[in-house]
């Protein structure tokens, strides 16, 4: 068996998810070879080359990999796939966008986020916001599977020493056209790679009030999120969701404040190791989860909190 | 322009999903079912578009059970114009679902075909990219803005990043993201006059399609559940806790 591994990554280095696809594929057992695809992407295959387990690396360094589009994307993986039993990519907005473009036109049915390996047809998948568990079996001759990052380990990303070789990227489509990333500025660490998250909902009342919240996140080296409610009335970016349609985190420490815990954000972060939540509303679901609860009005509670740090 | 909007009926997303008693699903019995959130945004934007005047006829599909016709009884009170069923009890997989839609684009020829980014049921967020790759179409999933112009069209996605921009060759398929839209309600007068507007049922047997399933589920579970926390008393507490007994901080 022959496992190919699409690297996530940006500005030159390997985004995390990557480390943790490389061990879902692992899991699998096989030779892993890792893609990584791009424009001036060599300082990332450099990086893949390291990570303990990989045998070989391939580079598609092109401009017309540039911003990573589907089309494009999807069709460098189709040229490549018949060497492989199985081809994963995380299960981030990045392997989300190609990877279903790329089984379809291999006709094979993708298995989405796939949270165990049982045997290597065999996986285990959350559903329904992850109040259950499937195990499905996939009878394709390649498969297709997206990754949920946070259950399965990082591989370590040093030590190894995989080999390297280019690969020609697919013709270009130009089907379309990368504009750009509006990203937002921020010093913290990235949501999905934090130990720490302090997370605000609409009891937050403003995003002049994250701020309260940022102060304790930086006391804990700490990175911010948010609840859908949160997002949607403007507090914050897009990119702090935490939930079934936003990021899925697990961070050993998740701090829920405001938050009443909706099916839909649990989603995203019950698989957190301790959770605390700091509601005024003692009937909220999100005590049912909580390590910790401290029944308090946040306006009380942050402040206090971030002098107690 | 026409647009064809995807939709799949789905259980409310404020009902908790039980494991049914064989292991094998979701318990259904009863349950009250709702059309797909995202949907709900695809719908919205379609009806959007033809009163901006970009588009001239909204056809809404679902490909499901027979019960899908309320379903698309609701996205043609909602304002589209037309719908069609293709109709199957079984639980289609993605990739089965984009051979059907890829049959219903040739007899329809939209312009442009707006899907949910995902389903609230199966999580699977496949359909949409499946079906561009089988039309050989441009695609753009995420989106949280669509600007059409003319023959191409400017789509803001939401990325883990932040807010990614694409300018994609129509037609396209674009699958939506909540932000995109705020979904209007249907009044009663339009509930009524939904029932007069054509909504035309396939076999999807008649179809002649290779929808077989790749997949098997083996069983269905109910995750671990949490073990019950405790409540502090104040902050102080808290960071003891924090602190000495969970050593997290
Ligand atoms: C298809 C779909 C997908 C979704 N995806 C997501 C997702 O990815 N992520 C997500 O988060 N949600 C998602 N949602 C939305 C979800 O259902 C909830 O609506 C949302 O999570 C609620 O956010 P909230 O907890 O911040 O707001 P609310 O539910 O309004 O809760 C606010 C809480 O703040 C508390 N509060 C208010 N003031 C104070 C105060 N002064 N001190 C202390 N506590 C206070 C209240 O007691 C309350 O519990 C989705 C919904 C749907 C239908």
Redesign the interface.
């Known amino acids: 068996m022959s496992i190919l591994v699409i690297a996530e990554h940006?500005n030159g280095t390997l985004v995390g998810s990557t480390l943790n696809t490389i061990s879902a594929a692992q899991a699998i057992g096989g030779d892993v070879d890792v893609l990584v695809a791009g424009n001036d992407c060599q300082s990332a295959a450099q990086a893949a080359t390291q990570v303990v387990g990989v045998s070989r690396v391939r580079v598609a360094d092109d401009s017309s990999l540039a911003?990573q589009?589907?089309?494009n994307m999807?069709d460098l993986v189709v040229s490549i796939a018949s060497d492989y039993s199985h081809i994963l990519a995380p299960a981030?907005?990045?392997g989300?966008?190609?990877?279903?473009?790329?089984?379809?036109?291999l006709?094979?049915?993708?298995?989405?986020?796939i949270s165990a390996v049982i045997t290597p047809d065999?996986f285990e998948r959350?559903?329904?916001?992850?109040?259950?568990?499937?195990?499905?079996?996939?009878?394709?001759n390649i498969k297709l599977i997206t990754v949920r990052i946070t259950k399965f380990d990082a591989a370590t990303a040093s030590g190894g020493s995989a080999t390297i070789e280019p690969v020609t990227a697919a013709a270009n489509?130009?089907?379309?056209?990368?504009?750009?990333?509006?990203?937002?500025e921020s010093e913290r660490v990235e949501l999905?790679s934090a130990a720490?998250v302090v997370s605000g909902g609409r009891g937050m009342q403003s995003g002049d009030n994250f701020p309260m919240l940022e102060r304790v996140a930086d006391k804990?080296g700490a990175a911010v999120g948010a609840s859908?409610a949160a997002?949607?009335a403007g507090f914050v970016?897009?990119?702090y969701q935490v939930g079934?349609?936003g990021?899925v985190i697990a961070p050993?420490?998740y701090i829920a404040v405001g938050i009443s815990g909706a099916?839909?954000h649990l989603a995203g972060m019950?698989d957190s190791?301790?959770?605390?939540a700091i509601n005024k509303d003692?009937e909220a679901p999100i005590?049912q989860?909580?390590?910790?609860?401290?029944?308090?009005d946040l306006f009380d509670?942050v402040p206090?909190?971030e002098s107690?740090? | 322009m026409k647009v064809l909007v995807g939709i799949k009926r789905v259980l409310d997303p404020q009902v908790k999903a039980r494991v049914n008693g064989d292991r094998t699903g979701i318990d259904l019995t009863n349950a009250k079912m709702t059309m797909n959130p995202f949907c709900e945004n695809a719908v919205e934007e379609a009806i959007r578009l033809k009163e901006a005047g970009t588009a001239e006829e909204v056809v809404v599909l679902s490909i499901g059970p027979a019960k899908a016709e309320e379903t698309l009884r609701n996205a043609l009170a909602l304002g589209a114009d037309r719908a069609i069923l293709v109709h199957t009890e079984d639980t289609l997989e993605p990739l089965a679902l984009a051979k059907v839609f890829k049959a219903i684009v040739a007899d329809e020829q939209p312009q442009l075909i707006l899907v949910g980014k995902q389903a609230i049921d199966d999580d699977c967020n496949q359909t949409g990219q499946m079906v561009s790759a089988l039309l050989d179409w441009p695609q753009a999933t995420f989106a949280s803005k669509l600007e059409i112009n003319g023959d191409t069209a400017k789509v803001t996605r939401e990325v883990d990043g932040g807010l990614e921009s694409i300018d994609v060759n129509m037609p396209a398929v674009v699958t939506v993201d909540l932000r995109l839209n705020e979904p209007r309600y249907a009044s009663l007068p339009n509930v009524m006059k939904a029932k007069r507007k054509p909504l035309e049922k396939k076999e999807l047997a008649d179809l002649g399609l290779d929808t077989a399933n790749r997949l098997t589920t083996l069983e269905v579970s109910e995750p671990p559940a949490r073990d019950a926390g405790i409540l502090v008393e104040n902050v102080a507490e808290l960071v003891g806790k924090l602190k000495n007994e969970a050593k997290v901080i």
């Open positions: 940006e911003g589009l589907a089309e999807a981030t907005t990045f989300k966008n190609f990877m279903p473009r790329a089984s379809a036109l006709d094979v049915s993708q298995i989405s986020d065999t959350p559903i329904y916001a992850g109040n259950a568990l499937a195990k499905v079996q996939s009878a394709d489509t130009d089907k379309s056209r990368y504009l750009g990333l509006a990203a937002s999905t720490i804990l859908r997002v949607d970016p897009n990119d079934q349609t990021k050993d420490l099916i839909q019950k190791k301790v959770i605390v003692s005590f989860v909580a390590d910790y609860g401290l029944v308090a509670a206090e909190l107690e740090l």
